[in-house]
């Protein structure tokens, strides 16, 4: 059976932000910045029918942790792992100033992005 477990780095939630390993299908949401991503490649970690999206605001996408996190798909083993499908929301904003990737055009976020999405085809494949 095919579980699907969605996590919420940059949207509101109705449910309450602490979750823990017994919290099915938890929504991960509000906090400090930067971690939603780290959260939704150890969900998937040796559970291969897990499958999470994770919608990743562009202010959080400039954290340490996020920028680190994107590597993560790296320690997935298709065997044995499920997958994570992050979603980028670029909107330009963040509280202080505009983002990075608001400032980017499309073509230079792909490029910026290639290596992890051939990365993820050659494992699903």
């Known amino acids: 059976m095919l ?29 400090e910045l930067g971690y939603a991503l780290s959260v939704s490649f150890g969900a998937v970690m040796d559970n291969p029918n897990l499958i999470v999206t994770c919608v990743i605001g562009d202010g959080e996408a400039e954290t340490g942790p996020t920028a680190t996190a994107w590597h993560a798909i790296k ?23 505009r983002t990075i990737f608001g400032v980017m055009d499309d073509k230079e976020i792909i490029s910026l992005f290639t290596f992890v999405l051939s990365l993820f085809l050659t494992l699903l494949f």
Not at 5 to 24: D, Q, V
């Open 3 to 31: 579980q699907i477990s969605i996590s919420f780095g940059a949207l509101f939630s109705l449910s309450s932000s602490h979750i823990n390993a017994e919290t099915p299908g938890c929504i991960h949401e509000g906090g």
């Open 75 to 97: 320690y997935l083993d298709p065997a044995e792992s499920g997958g994570v499908l992050p979603v980028l929301h670029v909107n330009g904003f963040k509280i202080s100033e």
